[in-house]
Structure formats: structure tokens, C-alpha cells
């Protein structure tokens, strides 16, 4: 197969396979694991609030630690903030530009989260109001006029009200610079499966700008798949990462019409997770990092024998030792 070409306002994305921004995951040691495999054409931070940016910077707080060490990361390399406030999105959009020179703003339309889309009346709750979200687009567009600005949404709020279509249009029509959907609705959350026609339905729509198609693409054959089977100019990969690092460098070959590369053996896995440990104790020091690592370790055991009582066990670990100890008891082979 070969291989697709996406740009970006002029930013190549290569191979045109995305990584997700992930509240409590996409941080900086899942990047970097992301990026000695490769295969990634574009990485992206957590999603940041932007009231809550604005807030620690009035405090005199130190910067955000989703943002601990982006300005010296590889790019290409995007930031996701969220608001329903076209003043401080586009006010902190711009402070992020300048401190950080992000390859990408991406603006969050699509998270389904109660702290986000109801309390705050943002991410996904803004699908109701295609002007609204051109509006949006468009105030940060003009604050960050050197930077594509891009937008991730969903398909609408619900079954009875697909508005992808509507929002499509107003966030290109306000200068956007891609598309990503995300094949559920809002009240979906991430029951049932992703909706690729109706992503697929939306390029039309579109005249100018990419669309990047988002859902349930868990195996490099998937991800080479939807590239070929829907209507889309990229895709982004989420969840299905988390504790195989190594996709994104499996569906890059594919796409290139190599042999997939063979997963990491046990032996590798195990360095693999520790390494993530260890990165994220750089970043937060031991007792934080393992806190942090719990869910993640538990994803890198999916599927494997012993996984529900490795899950058990790394759920309840309080100290470097002990995670070692688990790590090394669950993660060799067999004499």
C-alpha cells in the first residue's frame, strides 16, 4: 500500500497517524516510549484547561506539569486546551504559542467528561452550537495567526442530533486548519462502537482542510483499513496504545506494505514498563510516579496470562521494590 501524504497548514504529518491526547496518559514518558518506536506523525499533550492555565499563572504557580518539558520535545508536537470563553482560549492560546512554539493548537470540542462537558459547558457540550464552535476557532485563529489551529469533535450530541456536518463547516469556514472526528456522540461516552460512515460522510463538507478519523482502531490492520476503506485524510489512535507504545511503528509498516515488526517479548515488555516508571519518577518523584503508573501497567498486561492477578497486585503497590518485584515476577518467561 502506499504510503498517504498529510499536511497541516504546511505541517507534514508522516505517516498521517495521530496520537490522541489523553487526560491522565498522553504525557510526557508515554511520548517519548511513543517516539523510540516511531511511526507517530503527530503527538499531542494532554488537554489543558485554559481558565485553569490563566488561574495558575495569576497564583505566580510554576507552568502546568502537562506541559513539563514540551519546549524541548521533537516536534512536530501539538497542545489541546479546552474553554467555552473565546477571550481566554484565544488569550491563553496565544501565551502557549509563545512559550512554547507547539507545532498545533488543537481545540477540544469532543471530550464527553461530566467535569468538562456539563459542569463547564465545554468540550463536547459545544457540539449543540456549530456557531459557537466557529466562533471559537476563530478567536484563536486570529490570536495565533503562525500556528494552525485544528478542532477534535465528536458526531453530534446524540443519535437524534448528528451536528458533525454544521460543525465542520463553521470550523472551517472560521479558519481552522483540520478535522478530527471522533465516531460517537456526545452521550455515548465510549459505550458501543465508533461510527466511521458517518465520519466518512463529513469530507464532502469539507473544501480545504484534512479530516482525521478517530474511534476504535485497535490493531495496525484497522488503522491501514479505515485508510483505506473511509473517506479520510488521517486517523488518530487512542486508547489501544496505552501499554503497546509499539502500534503506531506496526500500522507505519503496514502502510508501507512491510511485515509487521513482532511485539516486544516479555523480557522487552518488562524494561518497557519500567522505563515508563522511571520517566515518570523523573518527572513527579517515586511514590507519585507509581500512583500514576498503576492504570497504565495494568494495560500493558492486557491479554497475557496472569493479567487479572498482576492487575491486583500493581493496584495496591506503594514502593519502587515492590513494583519491581511484581514486574519481574509477571513479566519473564517461563524457565
Keep these: 500500500m502506499m504510503p498517504l501524504l498529510l499536511s497541516i497548514a504546511g505541517v ?19 511520548r517519548t516510549l511513543v517516539r523510540r518506536f516511531g511511526g507517530v506523525g503527530l503527538l499531542f499533550t494532554e488537554m489543558l484547561s485554559a481558565r485553569g492555565l490563566h488561574a495558575m499563572a495569576a497564583r505566580g504557580e510554576p507552568p502546568h506539569d502537562r506541559l513539563w518539558r514540551v519546549a524541548g520535545e521533537p516536534r512536530p508536537l501539538g497542545i489541546q486546551i479546552w474553554d467555552n470563553d473565546p477571550e481566554a482560549l484565544a488569550f491563553e492560546a496565544q501565551r502557549l ?7 498545533v493548537i ?22 449543540q452550537w456549530p456557531d459557537r464552535v466557529g466562533e471559537l476557532v476563530a478567536r484563536v485563529a486570529a490570536a495565533c495567526p503562525n500556528v494552525p489551529v485544528t478542532a477534535k469533535i465528536r458526531l453530534g450530541p446524540s443519535q437524534n442530533s448528528i451536528t458533525a456536518t454544521d460543525v465542520a463547516q463553521a470550523v472551517e469556514g472560521a479558519g481552522g486548519a483540520a478535522l478530527t472526528v471522533h465516531g460517537r456522540t456526545t452521550d455515548q461516552m465510549f459505550r458501543g462502537q465508533a461510527n466511521w460512515d458517518q465520519i466518512s460522510r463529513i469530507k464532502p463538507y469539507l473544501r480545504r ?68 516508571y522511571r520517566l515518570l519518577a523523573e518527572q513527579h518523584g517515586e511514590e507519585p510516579a507509581i500512583v500514576r503508573l498503576r492504570s497504565q501497567a495494568c494495560r500493558y498486561a ?8 498482576f492487575r491486583a497486585e500493581i493496584s495496591h503497590v506503594t514502593t519502587s521494590a515492590a513494583l519491581q518485584t511484581i514486574v519481574d515476577r509477571h513479566f519473564s518467561p517461563e524457565p
Design 302 to 309: 492486557h491479554g497475557q496470562p496472569g493479567a487479572r492477578a
Design 97 to 103: 504559542v509563545e512559550q512554547y512554539a507547539p507545532s
Design 106 to 127: 488543537d481545540l477540544n470540542f469532543g471530550c464527553p467528561a461530566r467535569d468538562v462537558a456539563q459542569k463547564a459547558e465545554s468540550g463536547a457540550y459545544l457540539l
Design 12 to 30: 507534514p504529518i508522516d505517516p498521517p497517524i495521530l496520537a490522541a491526547p489523553m487526560a491522565g496518559f498522553s504525557n510526557y514518558a508515554f
Design 209 to 276: 482542510i484534512p479530516l482525521i478519523g478517530n474511534g476504535d482502531l485497535k490493531t495496525a490492520d484497522d488503522i491501514v483499513t479505515a485508510l483505506a476503506r473511509y473517506d479520510v485524510d488521517g486517523v488518530m489512535v487512542g486508547r489501544a496504545a496505552l501499554g503497546r507504545p509499539w502500534l503506531f511503528r506496526d500500522a507505519a509498516a503496514a502502510l508501507r506494505g512491510e511485515s509487521t515488526p513482532p511485539d516486544p517479548n516479555l523480557s522487552e515488555q518488562r524494561a518497557l514498563l519500567l522505563e515508563h
